[in-house]
């Protein structure tokens, strides 16, 4: 059961001119008021099962590899130890560091996925070496992305490395023992695939405590899994539920909305789950897309609960313009009834 830790959900919460929020922090010296909040989301991506399991909220000063100790610290005692329900941990490369490595892995026995950071690193060195043996396997096929908006195949040619030691620069002098798997990516008529600024990003170096295999499939597999459940849970909680916007200058104000989003995420995600087999879930889901991305909770709202059990987030209008449609046709079927006006406001209000 793989868990993400997706990096674009380290997001900062921006408030211009918010110097009386609580908690929040400058976002630089020069920033003209400015003020805001660094966000950490823990995301499981396992198939049919994608749900917020953890986050935090820190402060713009703080980096993403504390927030990330302070996150699977508070999780490893309110949830269990992580050995036991979190298996494996995919991190962008800014979450780097052989300390945090051992931590992940000697000390809360979860394996990671990550990048190797950069190209100027000392363990480019070991794997330039191994790259150039003569005997190196390579397996190759194809697969298809997205360039720029649109789908598009591409060649890939794939190869694990065998370990590399990794010691850390801090007492005590911490090791590691990690696996490269190294990816060549091409165009279908061999051309380099290059960024929107001419960059060659044909080669993708992954870092892993898992044992890969001989070419390291599932380890580059495990990696590509995480871009569309990216793009796709965070555009939805960004535009559609507006994580970003504050509802309180408290910091409790800005926490509790924020929980109370991530649960309705989740329970979205269950409700769809469910409705591939319950009929009347997948009528609901469909009235809800009808609706369009016009839901979001944004300024006052009145959470009303049904006496058949559904529950719905309304603004102070909606609400009483629902409850005008009741009051008339209640109205109506009463006075169709032979009843007065008079009766059927006094069983109203008995009810």
């Known amino acids: 059961m793989p868990w993400q830790l997706l990096e674009r959900w380290l997001c900062p919460i921006v408030i211009p001119y918010g110097q009386g929020y609580e908690g929040a922090h400058p976002m630089s010296e020069n920033s003209e008021g400015a003020y805001g909040y660094k966000l950490l989301v823990l995301l499981n991506i396992q198939d049919d099962c994608e749900l917020i399991v953890g986050y935090i909220l820190g402060g713009l000063p703080e980096s993403e590899i504390t927030l990330l100790r302070r996150l699977l610290a508070r999780l490893d005692k309110t949830m269990g130890p992580l050995r036991e329900w979190l298996k494996i941990l995919l991190m962008d490369r800014g979450y780097w560091g052989t300390d945090l490595f051992c931590e992940l892995n000697q000390d809360y026995g979860i394996d990671f996925v990550s990048r190797v950071r950069d190209q100027k690193m000392d363990v480019n060195g070991s794997i330039q070496r191994q790259l150039e043996e003569a005997d190196r396997p390579w397996t190759e096929f194809e697969e298809e992305r997205q360039f720029s908006g649109r789908k598009e195949t591409q060649k890939v040619r794939l190869t694990a490395l065998r370990p590399i030691t990794l010691i850390s620069d801090e007492t005590p002098h911490r090791q590691i023992a990690v696996h490269i798997v190294v990816a060549h990516q091409s165009h279908l008529d061999d051309s380099p695939i290059r960024d929107k600024n001419g960059k060659d990003i044909s080669r993708t170096d992954y870092i892993t405590s898992l044992k890969p295999g001989l070419y390291g499939v599932k380890v580059r597999s495990f990696y590509r899994g995480r871009w569309g459940i990216e793009n796709q849970g965070f555009r939805s909680l960004s535009q559609t539920w ?15 909305r924020l929980v109370f989003v991530f649960m309705i995420y989740n329970a979205r995600h269950l409700f769809e789950k469910q409705s591939r087999y319950r009929p009347d879930y997948a009528e609901q889901l469909r009235q809800m897309r009808s609706y369009g991305p016009g839901i979001c909770l944004v300024g006052a709202t009145i959470i009303a609960l049904t006496a058949a059990g559904f529950c719905g987030v309304f603004t102070a209008r909606e609400l009483l313009q629902l409850h005008k449609q009741r009051l008339q046709k209640a109205i109506q079927r009463g006075l169709a009834a032979g ?6 406001m006094r069983e109203l209000d008995s009810h």
Not at 242 to 252: E, F, N, V, W
Not at 339 to 344: D, K, P, Q, Y
């Open 242 to 256: 507006d994580i970003d916007r504050p509802a309180g200058h408290s910091y409790g104000a800005v926490l509790a």
């Open 339 to 344: 009843r007065s006006v008079e009766e059927v």
